[in-house]
């Protein structure tokens, strides 16, 4: 017998890493915890060192259970069926285990054997029918099935699509437009965006003082706070760097980090932060709000050994994080947590979000003000389950799931409408995303429902239940995850007054509600971006990263939106947008902003000046080389860039800044993208091209491990990724490096400025993350 499916299935699997790290079906493992890399490489299941979720131990069970199998087999039929049995017995390993194995269904069992693709599960039962048995090591449960195809597959079959093997490996709709959402524009609302801040790493919140200032503070998961300036700088040293404390991985889908800041919101006087973050505690996995003080001498810093504990809250698994700080209108802090993690909320008879003894799957409401004598904070008086016996006092709302992004409504300019009101989008289980309301003593109906759905029925028929329905609440075909966003109330967008914009983490999809006053419906309708006419004015863009993390409103009002083209907490690719209406005047919508006094120099120019993406792009990849480390890095004003074709930028001198080191490259692309481009050297002062003679992948390894990325993907030569002007010489040639060289100046080469070549043959190089590939 011959295996039929070895021509494809050992690309894909190749290509798992790739698609693990553009993070499209949210990797999650069967323990619910994310993905890791193992402290030593699988030996059975290899394809997964890099990035899965077993551990050598985990992976050498698996390969006891095949060789068990495959004693059953002749060599002819190892040859035939080993490599599906292997490759489906691995899926314990896969990022996307919880997926494959329906494990984020609490309705259903979890699978024993992974959810395959129909085609993939026709070419098994085709070719080693009879291994069922032996893989499920159960007999009775397959009888009639290995002589029966439809039932074979019937009983192997996930029927999502998406997220069946193999189609989770290689599936092109998920990894399609990643850099740029493309919807339907029949009947959708028309905006673009204007880009504020670039290379940051999962930007989760951004807020503001509301101090006349017009700062804005800006948090990574990873657990900094960057602060950047009016003038659209960002201030060298960070607002507070808790990476030390902070629990999280590089690894996509890792839940965990630094989720939330909240400034008081008399922050002029009172000068105090409050935090949200993932903590371990003698290897309890915690969820940690914590407040800290303001600076004496810093305007633009917290003191960093202010902080103290205002709660702590232990968490049964890593998702389901919750993770938002806010303070409503009453000047209360409100707080919301997750129900603790896995699927279906397990935890008890009806789950900890109906469980009002603890903290998990709530909103809760503290007073933090006048608490520098006592306790870290108060009830208020008014908290709704204070005279329920064994009710937590700080509980405000419950039967929540997951709230993924809350904000409070100025309400409308001329009337106060809506002032106050609280909205949150909630993450669902495996069906429906919902947007809700949240008031005072509110139960929001999980797990006994999930958007306006049952899903514990048992639990959803109980007639004391009395749940709260969501305003809205959207399929899976939409999308996975949503992220709440804000009413908008600002003045540059009069088409906009009264809106909810809102939306999804995985599809990349913006969408918004508009409320008939008269009868208290929301009507949903999409967001799209304006066609290239429509955005044609200067600094405005119509494409963004697909993946939404946050919403954030400025002093003003006006919104905007965090998103990422790559979702690792460790991954420079988050990206800060203003949306912008393109029927009103664009010059209108330019914010006038105010300066800040600052004791610290400004970081970096962002797209708010002059400088064009792909300059910014290039600007911070030379950052990256020319600065010491985080927290410590140079001020740096361009005074002249002249492009692809043109000499190096500088650096003035009288700034601050210091010169770039010799032998710093960069990649130069038409396109001005960071990852990929023709390799430039910077050698004496100026920028020059490298020839590609003897050039290949271990002297690509040194430029792209200089950009910051830890593999080359591909060597382009013949100026495949374009050649250089005549106002570029070229410096380097028959450049051959062992692969582990500080740059390429240190590699076998030419005396610099020494060729044979011409511009006809710049070597280009596309880099990116190592997948550990065989």
Request: aromatic share 10%; charged share 25%; proline share 4%.
């Amino acid at each position: 017998m011959r295996f039929r499916t070895s021509s494809y299935l050992l690309p894909l699997l190749l290509l798992l890493l790739l698609h693990a790290w553009r993070g499209s079906c949210h990797p999650q493992c069967l323990d619910y915890k994310p993905p890791f890399e193992p402290h030593r490489p699988l030996v059975f299941c290899k394809e997964y060192s890099k990035f899965g979720c077993c551990d050598l131990e985990q992976d050498e069970e698996v390969s006891t259970r095949f060789y068990t199998v495959m004693d059953f087999f002749d060599y002819s039929g190892f040859t035939a069926c080993g490599k599906f049995i292997r490759s489906i017995l691995c899926q314990e390993c896969s990022p996307y285990a919880a997926h494959l194995f329906d494990a984020e269904d609490a309705n259903t069992p979890m699978r024993v054997l992974p959810g395959l693709c129909r085609d993939y599960c026709s070419d098994y039962w085709h070719q080693c029918r009879y291994t069922l048995s032996l893989a499920l090591e159960i007999t009775n449960l397959t009888l009639g099935l290995e002589e029966d195809r439809g039932a074979f597959c019937d009983f192997l079959e996930l029927k999502d699509k998406q997220y069946c093997y193999p189609n989770v490996l290689s599936n092109a709709e998920l990894n399609a437009n990643l850099g740029s959402v493309r919807e339907d524009s029949e009947g959708c609302l028309e905006l673009c965006l204007q880009e504020v801040a670039n290379g940051l790493r999962n930007p989760v919140a951004m807020i503001h003082a509301n101090d006349g200032s017009h700062r804005f503070f800006v948090a990574e998961q990873l657990g900094y706070v960057w602060v950047y300036l009016a003038n659209g700088s960002r201030v060298d040293r960070p607002f507070l760097n808790l990476t030390q404390a902070v629990l999280t991985s590089p690894w996509a889908g890792d839940e965990r980090g630094f989720l939330c800041i909240a400034l008081h919101p008399s922050f002029t006087t009172v000068r105090k932060a409050y935090v949200y973050y993932s903590v371990s505690v003698k290897k309890q996995e915690k969820i940690r709000v914590s407040e800290f003080t303001l600076s004496t001498h810093d305007v633009n810093q917290l003191d960093h050994a202010s902080e103290r504990t205002i709660l702590e809250v232990a968490e049964p698994a890593s998702n389901h994080n919750g993770g938002q700080l806010l303070f409503g209108e009453d000047g209360f802090l409100y707080i919301f947590i997750g129900d603790g993690g896995r699927a279906g909320d397990p935890f008890g008879k009806f789950g900890n979000s109906q469980n009002k003894s603890t903290h998990l799957g709530k909103a809760l409401r503290i007073d933090v003000n006048d608490n520098d004598d006592g306790a870290p904070y108060s009830i208020p008086p008014d908290n709704p389950f204070l005279a329920e016996p064994n009710a937590m006092p700080e509980i405000y709302a419950y039967g929540v799931r997951n709230m993924w992004r809350c904000s409070v409504d100025r309400g409308d300019t001329a009337t106060g409408r809506g002032r106050g009101r609280l909205f949150c989008g909630d993450v669902g289980q495996n069906k429906y995303e919902e947007v809700d309301l949240v008031v005072k003593g509110g139960n929001y109906g999980w797990r006994a429902k999930e958007g306006f759905s049952c899903y514990d029925r048992k639990l959803c028929k109980n007639s004391t239940l009395d749940d709260i329905l969501p305003i809205f609440a959207y399929p899976h075909k939409l999308g996975k995850s949503v992220t709440g966003g804000y009413i908008y109330r600002g003045c540059q967008m009069p088409n906009l007054n009264g809106l909810y914009i809102f939306g999804d983490f995985m599809s990349g999809r913006l969408m918004s509600l508009k409320e008939n006053t008269t009868t208290g419906e929301w009507h949903y309708n999409e967001i799209c971006m304006g066609k290239d006419q429509t955005c044609r004015f200067p600094k405005l863009i119509n494409s963004y990263y697909k993946y939404i993390i946050s919403f954030a409103e400025d002093e003003a009002g006006e919104l905007y939106f965090l998103a990422t083209g790559t979702p690792s907490a460790s991954a420079r690719a988050g990206v800060i947008y203003k949306i912008t209406d393109p029927s009103n005047n664009p010059r209108a919508m330019l914010s006038v902003m105010l300066p800040t006094p600052t004791t610290s120099r400004p970081r970096r120019p962002t797209a708010n000046t002059t400088l064009s993406r792909a300059q910014l792009e290039k600007l911070l990849l030379a950052e990256k080389q020319a600065t010491a480390g985080e927290g410590n890095q140079v001020h740096k004003t361009p005074t002249g860039d002249t492009g692809a074709g043109g000499r190096a930028r500088t650096y003035n001198r009288g700034t601050g800044g210091r010169r770039l080191r010799a032998g710093s490259v960069r990649l130069v692309s038409a396109d001005g993208l960071m990852d990929r481009g023709r390799v430039e050297v910077f050698i004496r002062g100026e920028w020059g091209s490298v020839c590609d003679d003897l050039f290949n992948s271990k002297a690509a390894a040194v430029v792209c491990r200089q950009m910051g990325f830890s593999a080359a993907l591909a060597v382009k030569k013949r100026a495949a990724l374009g050649g250089a002007g005549d106002a570029v010489r070229i410096l380097l040639d028959d450049v051959e490096c062992r692969g582990n060289e500080g740059s390429l100046l240190e590699c076998k080469r030419s005396k610099v400025g020494k060729h044979n070549c011409s511009h006809q043959e710049d070597v280009g190089v596309v880099c990116g993350y190592d997948t550990g590939e065989e």
